[in-house]
Nanobody, 122 residues
Framework: QVQLVESGGGLVQAGGSLRLSCAAS????????MGWFRQAPGKEREFIAT???????IYYTDSVKGRFTISRTSPNSVYLQMDSLKPEDAAVYYC????????????????WGQGTQVTVSS
């Protein structure tokens, strides 16, 4: 059974930075894409970024391009560097893993973490 644990969330002022980490266990995820999603209060969970198993394919949602960077240092470790944070970036951030190629579709990810809270003060 794959388990994903996110960390690195917290409170930051607008314009600041945070680095989220996701550690996977239970299986080597070399063939899995890893993605980050977020859900703000009263809103649906949305795609943020994804990175393929080998790290060669990366996609971002338009609202974070140029500010967020997804990276993968090992099959089971993925990060989300978030710079120039805005109040609208505040949400619970989730890490997810899926067997298909990098995709924005939540249904393609079979494993999810519990989430980490990001709060951005204005």
């Amino acid at each position: 059974q794959v388990q994903l644990v996110e960390s690195g969330g917290g409170l930051v002022q607008a314009g600041g930075s945070l680095r989220l980490s996701c550690a996977a266990s239970g299986r080597v995820l070399s063939g899995y894409s890893m993605g980050w999603f977020r859900q703000a209060p009263g809103k649906e969970r949305e795609f943020i970024a994804t990175i393929s198993g080998a790290g060669g394919r990366i996609y971002y949602t338009d609202s974070v391009k140029g500010r967020f960077t997804i990276s993968r240092t090992s099959p089971n470790s993925v990060y989300l560097q978030m710079d120039s944070l805005k109040p609208e970036d505040a949400a619970v951030y989730y890490c997810a893993a899926g067997t298909g190629p990098g995709t924005t579709r939540q249904a393609a990810y079979g494993y999810w973490g519990q989430g980490t809270q990001v709060t951005v003060s204005s």
